[in-house]
T-cell receptor, first 114, second 112 residues
Framework: ELKVEQNPLFLSMQEGKNYTIYCNYS?????LYWYRQDPGKSLESLFV?????AVKQEGRLMASLDTKARLSTLHITAAVHDLSATYFC??????????????FGKGTKLSVKP | NAGVTQTPKFRILKIGQSMTLQCTQD?????MYWYRQDPGMGLKLIYY???????DKGEVPNGYNVSRSTTEDFPLRLELAAPSQTSVYFC???????????FGPGTRLLVL
C-alpha cells in the first residue's frame, strides 16, 4: 500500500527566510505532484514531476524529485506572506500505467509572518 | 472554458437522507475523480472513471456510488447519509498522465 508522508505538518516562517518541505513515499512511483490550497478554496497545481532528478521552479518555489530515495522536496526561498497556504504532495499510485490515482500527503500548513 | 464545476457549494443533510453531488467538466477529459477532504487528513480518493461507462473504486468507496454516462458528467451519489460523511468533496479531471489534475471548487457537506 502506497503511503505518502509530509513533514513538517506545520511550519511558521519569518519573511525572507528559506525552508524546505519534505515528501516521502513508500513504494515505487514515477509521478509526483505538488498542490497549493488556500483556506476554504480548491487545490491549485504547482508542479508536476515526472522523472528522477526532475527539478522545477516557479517564483520562490522549487520542487525536486529523487525516485531512488522516494523523496520530493519543495524549497521556499525568501518567503513572503503571500506564500501562506497549505501545500500537498501527491503520488501516482500506479507505476508505469497511470490512471491518475493520486495518494495525498496530509499537507503542510505554512504560515509566513512579518 | 469553465473547467470543473460542482454543485451544490454547500448542503446540510439529515442522517439517512440521500443526495447527488454534481460534477461537470468542459475540457473533454477522459479521467475524472471524486475525493473527500477531512480536516488535517489530506484528500482521499472515493471513485474514479477512465471514460464514459467505466468507473472503479478508490480508497474510501463505502457509502457512495457513481455513474459516468457522458464524458462531461460524473455525479456522486450518497444513498443513506451518515455523520461520517461530513466532509468537503472535490471533483477533478485529467487529460493525460503527464498533466496535472484540475480540481473543482468543492462541495461542503454537513450530515446531522
Amino acid at each position: 500500500e502506497l503511503k505518502v508522508e509530509q513533514n513538517p505538518l506545520f511550519l511558521s516562517m519569518q519573511e525572507g527566510k528559506n525552508y524546505t518541505i519534505y515528501c516521502n513515499y513508500s513504494t515505487t512511483s514515477d509521478r509526483l505532484y505538488w498542490y497549493r490550497q488556500d483556506p476554504g478554496k480548491s487545490l491549485e497545481s504547482l508542479f508536476v514531476l515526472l522523472s528522477n532528478g526532475a527539478v522545477k521552479q516557479e517564483g520562490r518555489l522549487m520542487a525536486s524529485l529523487d525516485t531512488k530515495a522516494r523523496l520530493s522536496t519543495l524549497h521556499i526561498t525568501a518567503a513572503v506572506h503571500d506564500l501562506s497556504a497549505t501545500y500537498f504532495c501527491a503520488v501516482d499510485g500506479r507505476y508505469g500505467g497511470s490512471q491518475g490515482n493520486l495518494i495525498f500527503g496530509k499537507g503542510t500548513k505554512l504560515s509566513v509572518k512579518p | 472554458n469553465a473547467g470543473v464545476t460542482q454543485t451544490p457549494k454547500f448542503r446540510i443533510l439529515k442522517i439517512g437522507q440521500s443526495m447527488t453531488l454534481q460534477c461537470t467538466q468542459d475540457m473533454n477529459h477522459n479521467y475524472m475523480y471524486w475525493y473527500r477532504q477531512d480536516p488535517g487528513m489530506g484528500l482521499k480518493l472515493i471513485y474514479y472513471s477512465v471514460g464514459a461507462g467505466i468507473t472503479d473504486k478508490g480508497e474510501v468507496p463505502n457509502g457512495y456510488n457513481v455513474s459516468r454516462s457522458t464524458t462531461e458528467d460524473f455525479p456522486l451519489r450518497l444513498e443513506l447519509a451518515a455523520p461520517s460523511q461530513t466532509s468537503v468533496y472535490f471533483c477533478a479531471s485529467l487529460g493525460s498522465s503527464v498533466e496535472t489534475q484540475y480540481f473543482g471548487p468543492g462541495t461542503r457537506l454537513l450530515v446531522l
